[in-house]
Structures are given as C-alpha cells and as structure tokens.
C-alpha cells in the first residue's frame, strides 16, 4: 500500500534515547527521510537517505532509514527536541509519501 | 542560500478556486532533477503532500486531490503556481511550498517556505 504509519505520540525522560518508527511497504524499497516540525515553523529535514544529517543538525539524531521499519532515535533527548516528527518517502509511482507524524514530548 | 516564499489569498469562500504562488531563489528549475513541490498542513492534523513539479515538466499529484489540482512554472520568474479548484472549509491549512533537491535515492524536500495560511469560509 502507499502508506507510512507511525505512532501518534512516544515521550522520553530528558537526557534519555528515543526510537520513533515509521512502517510501509515502499520502505522496503526506498530510504526514509524525517522532518522535525515544531508550531509556527516550517519543517526541517534531520535524516535523510541512509542516515545522512543535514549541517547544523546535531549529531544526537541518527536514522535507520533503510527497510522496513525505518527509525528515527534522538539520543540524549533535549528539551528543544520536543516537536512532532514525520516520516517521508516515495512510493512505487515516484511520488511523495508522508507518514501520519509523531508527537514527541520530552519529560 | 536557498529561499522560498509562497503567497496568497488567506480567505477564500467554499467553491472558489484558489491560486499560491511560490517564489523561490537560489535554484533555477531548469536544473536537472530539481522540482519544487506543494505540500499542506490542516490546524492540528498531519503534513499532506499536494504536487510535485520537476525540472523538465513532469507534473505529480496526490492521487485523492488530483482532479482539484493543477501545478505550473514560470521559469523567467522562478516562480510556481498551484491551483485547487472547489474549495472546501476542510481544505483550510497552512500551506507550503519546498525545494525538492537532486538527491539519489532521496524524495524529500527541503528547504521549505514559511507557509501561508488559507481559510475556507463564507
């Protein structure tokens, strides 16, 4: 199917590691990429293609973006980590998919 | 430095037709692999992706929206014009427009612009 699904809500304790997943048949074909969206921002790109991290973003977020499922872990989670997550790919036809996002909170 | 700006009506009326532009810097859409795609937010809901324009005219719509949807390039200008047709109080969001980069094995879209926000009301 041309779906990415993830899981609506994770929290992790400040300072501790968080998986957020994204399931989908094209995964086992294509990498994922994720954006972090905070409100009132535009999305920013923090992994994409085969654990590739932008510049600027910082090196506690890594990716394994390759099969299904693909993952997102923030390790050493911080306050300013706290956003909603989503998950992209394409799908058999070439075109764009986004996952349903994951809201994460930080405690 | 790459730069997007999208611009439009923040108001339109159930059934009418709306029309974003996107203004873009940085890039040229005669780039090879280079697009520049429409994607939305509605108020506390996920990102929806819209339409993708490439460099070389090929035109992707999501596949539920396709019959509302239509997407062209003004190069001279480095602009990009989305166009939905019978707008609806759902379609109310923040809408975005993004560079999406030749990257192999990459379908993502970045930067993005700081959105516009459109209302369906009457």
């Known amino acids: 199917s041309s779906e990415l699904t993830q899981d609506p809500a994770v929290s992790v304790a400040l300072g501790q590691t968080v998986t957020i997943t994204c399931q989908g048949d094209?995964?086992?074909?294509?990498?994922a990429n994720w954006y972090q969206k905070k409100p009132g921002q535009a999305p920013i790109v923090v992994i994409f293609g085969k654990n590739n991290r932008p510049s600027g973003i910082p090196d506690r977020f890594s990716g394994s973006s390759s099969g299904n499922p693909a993952s997102l872990t923030i390790t050493g989670a911080q306050a300013e980590d706290e956003a909603d997550y989503y998950c992209t790919s394409r799908d058999y036809n070439a075109n764009p998919l986004f996952g349903g996002g994951t809201k994460l909170t930080v405690l | 430095q790459i730069t997007l700006k999208e611009s439009g009506p923040t108001l339109v009326k159930p059934t009418q037709t709306l029309t974003l532009t996107c203004s873009f810097s940085g890039f040229s859409l005669t780039t090879s692999g280079v697009g520049v795609g429409w994607i939305r937010q509605p108020p506390g809901k996920a990102l929806e992706w819209l339409a993708l324009l490439y460099w070389d005219d090929d035109k992707r719509y999501n596949p539920s929206l396709k019959s509302r949807l239509t997407i062209t390039k003004d190069t001279s200008k480095s602009q990009v014009v989305l166009t939905m047709t019978n707008m609806d109080p759902l379609d109310t969001a923040t809408y975005y427009c993004?560079?999406?980069?030749?990257?192999?094995?990459?379908?993502?879209?970045?930067?993005w612009g700081q959105g516009t926000q459109v209302t369906v009301s009457s």
């Open positions: 094209s995964l086992r074909a294509y990498s």
């Open positions: 993004g560079h999406k980069p030749f990257i192999r094995g990459a379908m993502l879209f970045d930067p």
